[in-house]
């Protein structure tokens, strides 16, 4: 069974940093691609970003283009997410995903295995 765990979040201020990690419990290069969401209180779970894992390209949602980075190490199972610049509106709990389709979309239904999620709140 797939399973993936983030971690790395915390309380950081504004214009800070942080790095997420996922981890994966199978070998993630036989896999398409991970993709990063992110969901605050109240409002519906958002793309944050992805990466291929054959090629490393990777996609991000426009209000975090410029400021988070998305890498993965293959040998570890491990997709990173680097976030600098961070704003109070970044707060959010963050999550990784599997996608299921070839070519990965920004749509959170076409991505499974979903982690637990790791809290990460930016402070003005």
């Known amino acids: 069974q797939v399973q993936l765990v983030e971690s790395g979040g915390g309380l950081v201020q504004d214009g800070g940093s942080l790095r997420l990690s996922c981890a994966a419990s199978?070998?993630?290069?036989?896999?398409?691609?991970i993709g990063w969401f992110r969901q605050a209180p109240g409002r519906e779970r958002e793309f944050v970003g992805s990466?291929?894992?054959?090629?490393?390209?990777?996609n991000y949602a426009d209000s975090v283009k410029g400021r988070f980075t998305i890498s993965r190490d293959n040998a570890k199972n491990t997709v990173y997410l680097q976030m600098n610049s961070l704003k109070p509106e970044d707060t959010a709990t963050y999550y990784c995903?599997?996608?299921?389709?070839?070519?990965?979309?920004?749509?959170?239904?076409?991505?499974?295995?979903w982690g637990q999620g790791t809290q990460v709140t930016v402070s003005s």
């Open positions: 990466v291929t894992l054959s090629s490393g390209g990777t």
């Open positions: 199978g070998h993630i290069i036989s896999w398409s691609a």
């Open positions: 995903a599997r996608s299921y389709t070839m070519i990965p979309t920004t749509t959170s239904y076409t991505y499974d295995s």
